[in-house]
Every structure is written in structure tokens, then in C-alpha cells.
């Protein structure tokens, strides 16, 4: 793999690989515009240490065994690991799929010191994609105050603005099962973008994408395409027809730029860390949405509401055109 | 006044007049189909005894003083009224509109004993129409726990399920000024039917038709033309013209039957009554909307999300037609 770390935008990503985050690291991969520099698995889909697993054999499977992966938090901030959602996503994370095991070992460090160490390493430059619960993010906000400020960007998959939860009737899953985390992330001096499920459930691969993977020349994208099975089964109650929300994909394509947002207010956003019935909803203020006024200069958070295109079709691409260097 | 109460359906109202409330009242008044027994008042836009004062004095000029007004709550369930809101509906809740002083009095009862009544009178067909606060209806349940059974059923403008609140991000003011009381009136063993700012926003009234108003021959609909100008104002932060939100007529025109709900799912409300960033907010359970199936039969709370057709022009209509039989 040749990289061209100057001209390439430094990228650390936390994940809790997971299906949805297997096509999102994919797709990162297969962005010339990024570089991947490093990733922390965090429990959520599956537990960290089997998230790092299936990130670590992913990589492999991409040619890409140079990328850092760090286990991350086991638990969240507050109360533990509820033991992840193998209805949706598979026993192990990816789809009940025996992906060839890589051999590779994540590093030594915490997704938290590999992501203070990178800030560091790309002051001023460095993009944070978190796409699980968001316990290593808060928690090297908490080792390093300083880390804020020394971080280009945040782009979060999590919440809901105005369309119901997938967890509670007001609550995401990444959100859900961190809410204390977010509420951190949120509310620390660095610019957030929140990527709710008002833009990824309106963001929808289907059979035809998932056959186009699985008749791919590449590894990589055949396993991608034989893992989406166990997840595409879980939205026929979503969708009413096997396919599956791009959640971790599109804030992907967000960071990378393959897809732009066209409606992402700068609004307070506040997560509810009560035990009451609205825990883990992401309360974004879009009162006067009607008159545009709800967007207010110098806020550093904001919420995607719309974005230019649909990214099924972009993300094929990307992963079908890859081919590792190795 | 000739009332044919055996054709008629029986509706208590209970109120916090209010500008819209006054539209409410005189449609209320106007329509046919229902005959208004008796109306309870309720802190909110001002104080339950300035609302009982101009619940009375608009009766006075509709030339109806046999309808009974009852003083209800001052106080929330939980805290202190909060002197309500002068800038929206004018200091005297009527736009600072002088009405000519009915010189009636409020019946003796509370506005929940008063309710109470009425649902023995009119046992099993009894409509309560609440478009303020909720205080009064938990008090009386709490008064009658055999209440809720007597009732047809309850219509209740407050909360706002997928589009932002007016007070909070997500809290409505009916429901803010009193989410205990909201939480009661929507967990008692009733029907309940929540008119929320989802469906109330989307009823706008134009300048044009509150020129209709005034040109009217009948003084009540001339005195509602007047004062509406103070909410006309508040409202250009929200349309960004001169008009208002129908929220209180709205909700008396789907109890009347001039508005139809055409979606309207049974689905679980909860109000949050935590101290949190979601106090106020009612939590409806539209998880599994693309497919329909957030609606659950035997579910006894329904939340309106979309009527027939637009409110005004049939508002406008009703209240010009209507003419005293005194």
C-alpha cells in the first residue's frame, strides 16, 4: 500500500465491528482522499476485544495489516457492557461468518492512548470517526483535557433529531448503550458532527447491492457481501424487504466527502443521561427549522439532516474498484 | 339558545383562554354537532381566574351565559404557576383586548368537581376536550378514580411527537406547564387522543382570514378578529409573517368531526416527568413507522398526525355563521 500522508487527511476511527462498520472500514480503505491511521474498538455490536478481532481480520482480508487497531473500553462509563446484539449483527459481530483469521494482534496501547498519541502525531489535522458507543472518545477526554483542542473534527454516528429511536422510542444504539459518553463527546470543545438516523435509515443497501459485492474479484468485498446476509434479514422488520440501513458507511462517506451534507445545522445538542424514559435521546434544538433560525453561528455542534445523494450505489463502488497494493 | 342535548354530543372543555382557545371556544359554540356543557378553567396562558373571566366574557358576547365556567387549578401538580406567557397572548390573555365585562360568575365547583358532575350527567358520552394544561383532569382523577370509565373519551392539545417543542426542544407548553398532570391524564385507563404540534403548526390562520373575522357582523367574531393582532405578532418568529398556529381549534374540530384524523396510530405515550433535558416531552412509540406497525391494537392513547384537510377556511365559516339564538 502506498499512502501520501501529505496530501491525505489523517483519520482515526472507533467502531464496534459489526457489519454496518465492516462496510464503513471498506469504504475508508478504498478512500484515496484519507488516510486510516489508526482504529479502537469499543463494545457495543459485540464486545472491543471481538470488535479489534473482526477489524483486525478485515484488514488482513484488505491487504491493510499496517493499520493500528487498539482494544478499547469493555464497558461503558457507567454500568457494563450489556453483551451486544447478535440478533442483528451475529454471534461474532460479522454475520456468523468465519472470516480467515488475520494472526495480527492489536497494539498495546487503549483505543484512548492510540487516539490522544494520533492527536499528537496529526495536530490540527486529525479527523475522529466514532461509530459505536463513544466510551473511548470520553475517556481520552478525560486522560487529556488537551485533546480537543488538538483534533481537527468529530463525526459521530449516533442519535435521532426528529425520527424515533432504534433502541427506545427516543434513543439510538451508540447513544443508548453510552449515553453518559455522549453526553461528554457532545459537550466538549471540539467541533461534533452528529450523523443521526434521520439521514442513515433513509440511506438503504439492497439485494442488488449485496449480489454485486458478493460477485466481486476481491476478498474483501465477497466477505462483506456473505456477512451482510445474517444483518439484511434484521430490516425486513425495518424496511418490509431484506436490505439494511448504511449508518456507519454514510458518516464514512461524510468524513471522506464522498457524500456532502446539504442540511447540518449548528444547533445545542444535549444528550438525556436521566434514568427517566428519554435516556439516551439526543435532543438537538431545531426549534425555528421553519424559519432557518434554529442554526447558530459559533455552536460546534451540529446535526445532519439531509445530504446530496444516496450512498449505496457510491459505496459499491468505492469497495468494488479497491484493490490493497500489497 | 335551543339545545337539543339528545343529538348532541356532550363536551366538557377545559381551557386557559387564551387567544386560540378563544377561536376553540367560539367554534366550539358555532358547531352543531356538540353541545358544550360546561367549561373548566386552568392556569396556563394566564392564571385560571383571569381565563374563567374571559371564558365568561366571550360566552357573554356569543350569547350563551347558561354555559357553566368553573375555576380550576392555579397551581400545577408540581410547583408554582408560572405567570403564564403576556408576551404571546397579552397581559389579559386576550390580546389586550378589553371585552365587555359579562358580569357572570363562575359556578361554585372546582372545574374538576365540576367535570366530575358532567361525567355522571352524561355517563358514557361525555367528551373532554382539554386545550391547556392538564391540571384540572388529574385532580379529578385523582378526586374519582371511577372518572376515567364514565368518560367517552379525552382530546388533549399538548406535546409534539416528531417535530420540536415550543418551550424545550421537545416539551409543549400545555404539557410543560404540568407534565405530572400530563403523565396522569395520558396513563389513566381512558381513551386519549393527543393533538400534538405536529399536526396543530401545520393550521396556520392568515391575516386574510382574521380580516374576516373583523368584518363580521357578530360582535364575538369582531372581538376575535381583535385579538388576535397580539398573537399575529408573536407568530412572525415562527411562519415569518403576520398568522398563527390553530393548536386549540384544531383540537375542538377533530372532537367536533369538521377535522378528521387520517393518521392517527395507537401507539404508548409517555411524558417525561424526570428533572432532565426531556422534561415535558411526550415520548411516543413511532419506532416501526415505515412499515405501520407502530400502531398496537387495544393501545388507548392515539397520537394525530395528519387530518384531512386544512382547518381555517371551515374555522372562519363556522364562527361567521353562527348567530346567538338569544
Given amino acids: 500500500m502506498t499512502s501520501t500522508p501529505t496530501t491525505r487527511i489523517p483519520v482515526y476511527l472507533d467502531c464496534d465491528t459489526g457489519i454496518d462498520d465492516a462496510l464503513a472500514l471498506a469504504y475508508l480503505l478504498a478512500s484515496p482522499e484519507i488516510d486510516l491511521v489508526g482504529i479502537g474498538s469499543v463494545s457495543g455490536n459485540v464486545s472491543a476485544a471481538q470488535g479489534a478481532v473482526n477489524t483486525l481480520d478485515l484488514l488482513a482480508l484488505a491487504g491493510r495489516p499496517d493499520v493500528p487497531v487498539a482494544v478499547g473500553a469493555h464497558h461503558p462509563v457507567a454500568g457494563e457492557f450489556d453483551g451486544g446484539v447478535p440478533h442483528i449483527h451475529g454471534r461474532n459481530g460479522v454475520g456468523n461468518v468465519d472470516l480467515p ?5 492489536p497494539v498495546a496501547e487503549s483505543a ?17 470517526l466514532a461509530i459505536g458507543p463513544f466510551t473511548n472518545l470520553a475517556e481520552a477526554l478525560r486522560i487529556d483535557a488537551g485533546l480537543a483542542g488538538r483534533v481537527h473534527g468529530v463525526t459521530v454516528m449516533g442519535g435521532a433529531a426528529l425520527t424515533p429511536g432504534n433502541v427506545t422510542p427516543v434513543a439510538e444504539a451508540n447513544v443508548w448503550n453510552d449515553p453518559e459518553a455522549a453526553a461528554e463527546v457532545v459537550g466538549a470543545d471540539w467541533d461534533v458532527t452528529l450523523v443521526p438516523l434521520d439521514v442513515t435509515e433513509e440511506n438503504v443497501f439492497e439485494e442488488s447491492d449485496r449480489e454485486a459485492l458478493l460477485a466481486a474479484e476481491t476478498p474483501l468485498a465477497r466477505a462483506l457481501g456473505e456477512i451482510l446476509d445474517v444483518y439484511f434479514d434484521f430490516y425486513v422488520v425495518v424496511y418490509g424487504r431484506r436490505s439494511c440501513a448504511l449508518h456507519d458507511p454514510l458518516s464514512a462517506a461524510l468524513v471522506v466527502g464522498g457524500i456532502t451534507a446539504t442540511k447540518a445545522p449548528a444547533v445545542p445538542i444535549v444528550v438525556d443521561t436521566t434514568q427517566g424514559p428519554g435516556r439516551g435521546q ?24 439531509d445530504t446530496d445523494r444516496p450512498l449505496a450505489e457510491h459505496l459499491v463502488e468505492r469497495i468494488l474498484a479497491y484493490r490493497p497494493a500489497v
Same sequence: chains 1, 2.
Fill in 101 to 105: 483469521p488475520s494472526g495480527l494482534e
Fill in 112 to 128: 484512548a492512548e492510540l487516539l490522544i498519541r494520533l492527536s499528537h502525531q496529526h495536530e490540527g489535522e486529525l479527523r475522529v
Fill in 282 to 305: 439526543t435532543i438537538c434544538d431545531l426549534r425555528g427549522q421553519r424559519m432557518g433560525t434554529h442554526d447558530r453561528v459559533g455552536r460546534r455542534t451540529r446535526v445532519v439532516l
